[in-house]
């Protein structure tokens, strides 16, 4: 990459990055300009790290590119909003190979046609650094409805959630049992060794595919509440129970083949939102139950929630060990 | 640092950032909600990197902060626009003392209060990080004007500029020049050995204060182009006249003691803008004209520009000189 200059880079990058429908001003100004017919936008920052966030042994740049992107789509669709636009802020070391930047400009373009049509890069910065970082900011419009917050829910409310749980969890569990050397140093992901299952929870940690497109079905079907589950169904879920004074109570026969890792597991990024009615919008399954106030702000079955409160490994990541 | 989550220093931060004017939503949810009273948002992303952008030997976390937010909301008023709010991604050391972290709030706010007012912070992420790392996004309200672009400079327009030229780089090389031990590592400013004009380029270049509050009134004055000069008025006007498809000759008796210094420094975050008439809307000076393109797009005092076109030590750092 040494001998294009930030220009030449940016516009490789952006060559590929398609254009946001609601582009009034696309990239190479100063700023972009972007349409909020409503009146209001929804603004959402969300970065990836080298080391504490992914690992290229275990992540392409494509990879990373689509889950850069797909994190901060969910942000912007837990508000009930439709997503718009993205700047990209890029940082990187200087060996960085052009085509890993290419690869990463398709995984952000793939992941808004596949799960935001319409949305796409508007603008971007590029900067060195020793750490490879894509901090994402996402923008969107809410369509003249009100924002759907976490603090809404009321007792009495169906606990619901669309998108999966535990798999994107169950993933790194494979990645960090079993693509590492004794050293703790990833390694790359030998597909023999692979068993059933294991290829749809990396997929779920490498490349989450969160339901962004029924944030606003559930805002217009009456959602009093919702966010994005990225810490752990049941941390998130205290957090929503806390903003709405209330408490939630999960039936874990609800909550698929492990309700365990359902419940610790963190970046699903599944949507979870509280709806007044029995009849919940497409893709929603009921969970659980708002309650009044309790001493506990998360149950499960009636019982207060004592499992983890999530499971980070990468917080844990020592920078020698790669 | 270690002892206090990530909720925690969020919390820590936004306490001091302040409340946007424009906010319908604060910081705390999944995203923010902001005003785009004009239904159009503009939105730009500028990130600081420690190495490359500033040190830590010269640069407190208040002046990154203050920094960080300045060189956002200049390229928001380069369109001609008004501040609204901040996005701010921290990705920190994990030895990172929270009064640093308090400082840069500090800085944040302060910027957007003195530069900005009614523009603050509305949302963020932390994440930890091996390289000090400050990704801003500012949006930006156009208030129903057009945006000012760089592409709309005509021939006979007037070339002006509003803030100051050369100082931030001045700045650099007092740093660089002064303040390095003889291995090349930053020592510490040593206010005892400054000579006069020192901490005006010092402040030029460690805490910025480009004319935000300008671009707006250069867009209703009529501006034809616009742009932030952040690599050098020679470089920057180069791309002006690219765009435009002309070219521009400076005056070198109009740009101050030093017009070498002015052309080529960098950092200046002045407005670069040109106007149809010769009367200038306050705080711009004439510094040139636009003429019909020729092969130089940019000449000074009717020949081609031929000095440097922008100088950027921090491209050649060393990152084991810290």
């Not at 009495?156 to 535990?166: F, I, M, S």
């Not at 966010?227 to 903003?243: N, T």
């Not at 365990?260 to 599944?270: F, I, Q, V």
């Not at 969970?287 to 004592?306: F, H, S």
Request: glycine share 12%.
């Amino acid at each position: 990459m040494g001998e294009l200059s930030e220009g030449d880079i940016l516009r490789r990058i952006l060559s590929r990055t398609g254009r946001a429908a609601a582009a009034i001003l696309g990239p190479g100004d100063d700023a972009a300009v972007v349409a909020a017919p409503s009146g209001a936008v929804v603004a959402t920052t969300d970065t990836l790290v080298h080391g504490p966030d992914f690992r290229l042994a275990w992540t392409s740049g494509h990879d990373l590119g689509w889950k850069a992107a797909a994190v901060n789509l969910a942000d912007v669709a837990a508000m009930g909003a439709r997503p718009t636009a993205l700047l990209v802020a890029l940082a990187m070391p200087e060996g960085t190979r052009i085509s890993f930047v290419e690869a990463l400009a398709d995984g952000l373009r793939e992941a808004c046609d596949a799960l935001a049509p319409g949305c796409a890069v508007v603008g971007g910065d590029l900067t060195v650094s020793d750490v490879l970082t894509v901090a994402v900011t996402a923008l969107g419009d809410l369509e003249g409805r009100a924002p759907v917050t976490r603090s809404g829910a009321r007792p009495g409310d169906v606990v619901a959630v669309a998108g999966e749980l535990g798999h994107a969890d169950a993933g790194l569990a494979v990645l960090f049992g079993r693509f590492r050397d004794a050293d703790g140093t990833p390694l790359p992901v030998d597909d023999a060794v692979l068993r059933p299952g294991d290829l749809a929870a990396l997929a779920a940690q490498l490349r989450p595919a969160p339901p962004v497109g029924l944030g606003p079905f559930a805002a217009l079907a009456g959602a009093t509440a919702m966010m994005d589950v990225s810490d752990g169904l049941a941390l998130d879920a205290g957090r929503m129970a806390d903003a709405s004074r209330a408490s939630i109570d999960f039936a874990s026969a609800a909550l698929g083949e492990d309700p365990a890792r359902a419940l610790a597991g963190g970046e699903d990024h599944a949507l979870l939102a509280t709806f007044p009615d029995a009849e919940l919008p497409t893709g929603f399954r009921a969970v659980g139950r708002v309650i009044e106030r309790g001493p506990a702000a998360v149950l499960v079955d009636g019982a207060p929630y004592e499992g983890r409160a999530g499971w980070d490994p990468y917080r844990d990541w020592d920078a020698a060990a790669g």
